[in-house]
C-alpha cells in the first residue's frame, strides 16, 4: 500500500547529541592528553552510556535498548582492557578476544533489530495512520478532546495491551485510575519523553481508554501543525480512534504482529 | 406581573429615600421633582428618575403644567397601595424548547474564541472561557458548567463534524430529560457568544 507523506518533515539533532558528545569528548581528551586516554574517555563513555541505554530499557521495556546497552558495555569494555590501547588495566589477549566477539554479537543483534524498526518510536507512523483517508478541511482546531466510540476489553487486556504498545515504542501508556492514556511518541521527541514524561504529555496528543471500554482522543496543537495540510479535525481525531481500537482488537485475538506490520507499512525511515 | 416590571418596582422601593418620597406623595395632592427633591435633600435627577419610573409602573399620573414659560411635571399619586405577584413557573423554558429548540442542529463553530477545560477524569468540560473583544479590551469570561452541561459539551460535534441535533447530543452523551433546562440555558448563551453555531434541523 503507498502512503502519501502528510506530515511535515522534521530533522532533530537530539538522538545525535549522544555520538556528538563522545567524538567531542574524545578529540579533547586526544589534543589535551594523547590518543590512548581519548580511547580511555571513549571507553568510560561507552560504559557510562550502557547504564543510560538499561535506565531507558526499565522505562520502555524495549529490547533494543538492552542490545544497545551490551553493545555500549562491551565496546567501553574493550576499549579500556585491550592489551595494545589501555592506559588503566589490560587484560588477557584470549579475555580481550572475548570480549571483542561479544562486541560483535551485540552489533548483530542491535542492527537486527534496528533494520527492523524495533528500536524505533513510532509515533510518527501512527499520525501518518490515523491521516489516511483524511481530506485538509481548514479552521478545524479545537482543543476538545472527542469520544471516538467503545470497544471491548477486560482490565487486565488493556494494561497487557498497554505493556505491548510500550515495548514497542508505540505509544507510552499513563497509568490513571479509571484509564489508560496513550500518548504516541515521535523519534525526535523521544528524549523529552523520557527525561521528563509528565510534562512531556501536557501538550502531546493522547488516546485514552478507560475501564468501561470507552475511547477518548485529544489531538494537540503540536501535532496537529506537525501536518503539512489543516486536515479535518473531526475525521483526523475519529481515525485516530478507530486506529487504536483496530490495534486493540488485532491485541485481543493474538495478532499483535498485526500492530506492527500495519505501522511498518507506513514506510517511514529508520531514524524519522 | 411580568419579571423586568417586578425587578424595576423592586428596584424602585429599595432606595433608601423611597419611603420618605412615597410619604411626600401620599401628604400632597401633586407634587414636582424639584420640591421633591429639596424636602428629601437629595438631587433633583435622582428625585427625576424615581418618579419617572413610578410613572412608566402606573403608580404615578404626571401633569404638564407651566411656570410662566417654562414647562415642568408634577406627579400624584393613583394608587393606595402597591401588591404584585410573579409567576416564576413562566420561567420555566422546558415546554417551549421540547419541540423546537431540541431539533436544532449544532456544532461547535471555527475558530471559537474559547477554551474547553476538561474535568481531572477528562470525561467532561468543567469550564469555558471565551475571550471577548480586541487588544487591551480584550477580557475572559468563564462559564463553570454543571456536569449535565459538562458531560453534554463533551460530545459537542467539532467544528468540522456534521451538525447534530440537542436530542442526539443528549443522547450520546447520556444526560437525562430533566436537564433539558439547563442545556438549553448553556447552548443559547453560547450561541450568542459564537462558541456554538446551529441551524435548524
Not at chain 1, 238 to 259: P, Q, S, T, V
Request: aromatic share 14%; charged share 25%; with cysteine.
Amino acid at each position: 500500500m503507498y502512503f502519501s507523506r502528510k506530515q511535515r518533515h522534521e530533522f532533530s539533532i537530539t538522538g545525535f547529541i549522544p555520538a556528538i558528545t563522545c567524538i567531542v569528548l574524545y578529540a579533547l581528551a586526544v589534543i589535551f592528553v594523547g590518543p590512548k586516554a581519548g580511547i580511555a574517555v571513549a571507553g568510560v563513555f561507552f560504559i557510562l552510556y550502557s547504564g543510560f541505554s538499561i535506565w531507558i530499557f526499565s522505562r520502555t521495556g524495549n529490547l533494543s535498548y538492552i542490545a544497545a546497552a551490551l553493545f555500549q558495555f562491551f565496546f567501553g569494555l574493550f576499549f579500556l582492557t585491550h592489551p595494545k590501547l589501555s592506559v588503566i588495566w589490560s587484560v588477557d589477549s584470549k579475555i580481550s578476544a572475548l570480549i571483542l566477539l561479544m562486541c560483535v554479537a551485540s552489533t548483530i543483534w542491535l542492527f537486527y533489530l534496528f533494520f527492523k524498526k524495533r528500536a524505533k518510536w513510532k509515533g510518527r507512523e501512527v499520525f501518518e495512520l490515523a491521516s489516511v483517508s483524511t481530506e485538509p478541511q481548514p479552521d478545524g482546531f479545537t482543543d476538545r478532546p472527542r469520544p471516538a466510540g467503545r470497544t471491548d476489553y477486560t482490565r487486565s487486556e488493556l494494561s497487557s495491551f498497554a505493556k505491548f504498545m510500550r515495548s514497542h515504542l508505540i505509544a507510552m501508556p499513563y497509568f490513571e485510575n479509571e484509564r489508560i492514556v496513550f500518548v504516541p511518541v515521535k523519534m525526535d521527541d523521544s528524549f523529552s519523553y523520557l527525561f521528563s514524561p509528565e510534562k512531556f504529555r501536557q501538550k502531546r496528543s493522547w488516546i485514552a481508554f478507560d475501564f468501561h471500554g470507552n475511547i477518548t482522543v485529544n489531538i494537540s496543537k503540536i501535532d496537529y501543525l506537525g501536518y503539512k495540510e489543516e486536515l479535518s479535525f473531526d475525521l483526523l481525531c475519529e481515525n485516530m480512534g478507530i486506529l487504536f481500537i483496530r490495534f486493540m482488537e488485532y491485541y485481543r485475538k493474538g495478532e499483535a504482529d498485526r500492530i506492527l506490520y500495519e505501522l511498518d507499512e507506513v514506510g517511514l525511515g529508520l531514524t524519522s | 406581573m411580568d419579571f423586568k416590571k417586578a425587578a424595576k418596582l423592586g428596584s424602585c422601593l429599595s432606595k433608601d429615600y423611597a419611603e420618605d418620597l412615597f410619604r411626600l406623595l401620599i401628604t400632597y395632592e401633586s407634587i414636582s421633582a424639584s420640591e421633591a427633591a429639596s424636602r428629601l435633600g437629595i438631587h433633583i435627577k435622582t428625585t427625576q428618575d424615581l418618579l419617572e419610573d413610578l410613572q412608566s409602573l402606573e403608580i404615578l399620573k404626571r401633569e404638564e403644567v407651566y411656570e410662566g414659560k417654562r414647562p415642568y411635571f408634577r406627579y400624584s399619586l393613583i394608587v393606595k397601595e402597591i401588591s404584585f405577584s410573579v409567576d416564576l413557573t413562566r420561567l420555566n423554558v422546558v415546554e417551549k424548547v421540547a419541540d423546537s429548540r431540541l431539533r436544532m442542529k449544532i456544532r461547535e463553530i471555527k475558530n471559537a474564541k474559547a477554551r474547553f477545560t476538561t474535568s481531572r477524569s477528562n470525561d467532561y468540560i468543567s469550564s469555558v472561557v471565551i475571550w471577548m473583544g480586541e487588544g487591551r479590551d480584550r477580557s475572559e469570561r468563564k462559564f463553570n458548567l454543571s456536569y449535565p452541561q459538562g458531560k453534554f459539551l463533551f460530545h459537542l460535534p467539532f467544528p468540522t463534524a456534521e451538525p447534530v441535533t440537542i436530542t442526539e447530543i443528549m443522547t450520546k452523551a447520556g444526560v437525562d430529560k430533566n436537564n433539558i433546562p439547563e442545556i438549553i440555558d448553556i447552548v443559547q448563551e453560547l450561541i450568542e457568544l459564537n462558541v456554538i453555531e446551529s441551524s435548524q434541523g
